[in-house]
T-cell receptor, first 114, second 115 residues
Framework: GNSVTQMEGPVTLSEEAFLTINCTYT??????LFWYVQYPGEGLQLLLK?????DKGSNKGFEATYRKETTSFHLEKGSVQVSDSAVYFC?????????????FGTGTRLTIIP | DAGVTQSPTHLIKTRGQQVTLRCSPK?????VSWYQQALGQGPQFIFQ???????QRGNFPDRFSGHQFPNYSSELNVNALLLGDSALYLC??????????????FGPGTRLLVL
């Protein structure tokens, strides 16, 4: 079955540091890949997505590239801010059916200190 | 434009009781999915409703049931509550349109505590 493995947290960085959160997946076929973010006390918000190999999703300075050869979708940001403190979830869904069930990783808690 | 709304925000029940959670989808969306997020874990898919029928189901027992109304809103019912049902229950809405990929938008969730 489908599964997502995320870098375990928590991760603590200083403001303006470089961020990488690793995500690898196991799936049949070629899924669509997502990063969702959950701020304290809130639901999930879609951060970015990629629907096919070599696609790069980007939003709010965050980027992730769909790597089929390594089955990975690592999240990166060049300079983090205190407001980026949240829990980040990597997820996969069936290609071209993004509104079907999503399989999530366990989440990575990120804390940015001033 | 209102996003996905859920009610109540918090709920406390005792073992063996029954609970109903409610979700109103984002305007223009016709599909509702429910997820359970245990503390410190990622969300787990419970089921999805479209055209008032259950379209997909995850690995959850029959104690978990749902309903979708003609206005696309949805309810999640859990019978015979167990301590392990304590979690954040998330509703996500999306649009099913000709098989095209559509993003799921999540509500803020209902936090259920079973004592």
């Amino acid at each position: 079955g489908n599964s997502v493995t995320q870098m375990e947290g928590p991760v603590t960085l200083s403001e303006e540091a470089f961020l990488t959160i690793n995500c690898t997946y196991t799936a049949t076929g070629y899924p669509s890949l997502f990063w969702y973010v959950q701020y304290p006390g809130e639901g999930l918000q879609l951060l970015l997505k990629a629907t096919k190999a070599d696609d790069k999703g980007s939003n709010k300075g965050f980027e992730a590239t769909y790597r089929k050869e390594t089955t990975s979708f690592h999240l990166e940001k060049g300079s983090v801010q205190v407001s980026d403190s949240a829990v980040y979830f990597c997820a996969l869904g069936r290609a071209n059916f993004g509104n079907e069930k999503l399989t999530f990783g366990t989440g990575t808690r990120l804390t940015i200190i001033p | 434009d209102a996003g996905v709304t859920q009610s109540p925000t918090h709920l406390i029940k005792t073992r063996g009781q029954q609970v109903t959670l409610r979700c109103s989808p984002k305007s223009g969306h016709d599909t509702v999915s429910w997820y359970q997020q245990a503390l410190g874990q990622g969300p787990q898919f419970i089921f999805q409703y479209y055209e008032e029928e259950e379209r997909q189901r995850g690995n959850f027992p029959d104690r978990f049931s749902g309903h979708q109304f003609p206005n696309y809103s949805s309810e999640l019912n859990v019978n015979a509550l167990l301590l392990g049902d304590s979690a954040l229950y998330l509703c996500a809405s999306s649009q099913t349109s000709g098989g095209h990929q559509e993003t799921q938008y999540f509500g803020p969730g209902t936090r259920l505590l079973v004592l």
